[in-house]
């Protein structure tokens, strides 16, 4: 199992945020990001799943959202 640190899944939580407020579809982000994370798949499917999630609501989209997740 890939051991993943905090500030990597950090930098890929920011980048889905900056990602998703511009407007990237899920497809663009799964490829380029989530795809290319060097991380074990379960790790990449939480990554799926944070990018999903705020496509699909954008009205919580926000910092403390970010901090919560991120430890």
């Known amino acids: 199992m890939t051991t993943v640190g905090t500030d990597s899944v950090g930098f890929l ?34 990554l799926w799943l944070y990018a999903w999630s705020r496509l699909e609501t954008p009205s919580s989209h926000g910092t403390d959202r970010l901090a919560r997740i991120s430890g």
Do not use: N
């Open 13 to 46: 939580l920011r980048a889905i945020d900056k990602r998703t407020d511009a407007g990237d579809s899920l497809e663009t982000i799964d490829a380029e990001l989530v795809r290319a994370a060097p991380m074990d798949e379960d790790h990449r499917s939480a």
